[in-house]
């Protein structure tokens, strides 16, 4: 079994910086790919950023210049530091990760619980 749990969400006023992290933790061999989605109410969730474990990047245009995503793979976490946010970032941040288990079978697309990020005007 492999969980992910977020921490460091919050509410923040507009310009405002949070951290987020995401650690995993289970019978994990390595994590290929880590992930940060978001959903805000009446919306579909959406990639926010993604870093591979050679540390390719990629990051949604709407977050580009202000989010930065960074992974410790000793600790097999992931990180999301959020700068200038602004109140359209609100919403429910997941973390999402591809893990090879220590009895090798590829876990594709496992879930955080999510927190909570609100910015206010």
Do not use: H
Request: aromatic content about 10%; charged content about 15%; hydrophobic content about 35%.
């Amino acid at each position: 079994q492999v969980q992910l749990v977020e921490s460091g969400g919050g509410l923040v006023q507009a310009g405002g910086s949070l951290i987020l992290s995401c650690a995993a933790s289970g019978s994990i061999f390595s994590i290929t790919f880590m992930r940060w989605y978001r959903q805000a109410p009446g919306k579909q969730r959406e990639l926010v950023a993604a870093i591979s474990s050679g540390e390719t990047i990629n990051y949604a245009d709407s977050v580009k210049g202000r989010f930065t995503i960074s992974r410790d793979n000793a600790k097999n976490t992931v990180f999301l530091q959020m700068n200038s946010l602004k109140p359209e970032d609100t919403g429910v941040y997941y973390c999402n990760a591809d893990i090879y288990s220590i009895s090798r079978y590829y876990l594709r697309d496992c879930w955080g619980q999510g927190t909570q990020v609100t910015v206010s005007s």
